[in-house]
């Protein structure tokens, strides 16, 4: 098995594979065959609908991206058509353009759930974390909870994730594809041993430590595309979105031999080179030794031991490991002097507290500067729903400004308020903890 689809278990053949070659794009607006306009277009489409495959197989997305763009223009009302055309982009790197051509399939075709799920994983790689999950959400009775819960967690929601996985990997529906799923979402999570216990349950003692080293570069992105980029081998490109020619209410199919307008690509970004998490070779490298880890990331509290029951085989066990003392707690989570003023940094607002405490733990990690702080949260509504702030704070307002333009200038997004309400981030208080209000 390689690398690339032990990582992502069966979600990478929901993504580039199962598109139909040549079908008839009848219905949905289509006129009748009598119509010879129509039946050239018909017949145009599915010639490059073919030469797409075709490209697609060949691994060539630049190739696969202009003949499915061709069959679209022809039958822009064709779900097969838009859904080949989305599975082109995410070939090509072109995750922006694939998330338009996925809502497009959706739109024609609502039950599809190799689209949702495509649609999700294209949203995670341009960064739009809580789409991918309302994505998730609203489809989630047509996307199989294997590819799903790994989707979650790529999403941002590892705790999400996680638990679907874990009922999952319980049920009689487990597999191997299930169970790796579930240890990369571990490993996402920053819980490591509960990780190289469920690996260890369909891998070789030796090749469990390499595919951990795999997953502790996986699990640090510097893009948003890259993890999802790495899981199909592809290099991401600048990608303006889909062209406008190809807009799903655009007019009258094309019929060949008349003048088409002109489809947009996308130039290459130079300055990203591609990501190596795919490229690792199957086999253990020479030489390699026991892996060693820097401290856990998390200072959640370990869930209870967690049963897993490959079928046909003996019971693993995943247990939390035993506090080690001061090695529990990474950098980022320790706590400075507090702080007197009334000044919050505010980062995000999240789905909710599970998500907010995933969302930190990647931050902290990327952004030197949020080392030292402990994050501050609170619950609020906005258009009737519940959403988590998520925040730093205490701080006068000179400092909060500060602190705001150092997140900014490495990448990050916030801004400066006075204090709401805010306080201890909910996953960091231990039970029956009360906190004094001001």
Known sequence: MTTRALLLGSISALMLGGTMVGCAANGSGIASASDRSTALASKGAATDAGRAQTALA??????????????????????????????SYLQGGRFASASQAFADTLQLSPTNGKAALNLALAQVATGDWQAARQTLATHAANIPAADRGLALSLAGDTAGGIALLTETARSPETSAKVRQ???????????????????????APADVDPRLEQWAAFAKPANASDQVASLLGVRAVADAGQPVALALNAPAPVVPGEPVQALA????????????????????????????????QEVVQALPAMMLRPAGGPIKVASAPAATGRGMASAAYQVKTPATGHWYVQLGAFDSAGVARDAWGRAAKRFAVLAGYTPNGMTFKADGEDF????????????????????RAKGGACFVRMGAGDAMAQWLRKPGMQLASR
Request: with cysteine; proline share 7%.
């Open 265 to 296: 690509a996308a130039d290459p970004v130079a300055a990203q080179a591609p990501v190596e998490v795919a490229a690792v070779p199957t086999t253990a490298p020479v030489g390699f030794s026991k892996v060693s880890f820097g401290p856990r």
């Open 388 to 407: 988590y702030r998520l925040s730093v704070g205490g701080f006068s307002r000179p400092a909060a400004d500060s602190m705001c333009r150092q997140y």
């Open 58 to 87: 060949k691994r060539d997305g630049a190739a696969a991206i202009g003949f499915a763009e061709g069959a679209v223009a022809l039958m822009p009302q064709s779900a097969d058509y838009r859904m080949l055309l989305g599975q």
């Open 181 to 203: 799923n579930l240890a990369l979402s571990f490993a996402l999570a920053g819980r490591w041993q509960e990780a190289r216990v469920v690996a260890a349950a369909d891998m």
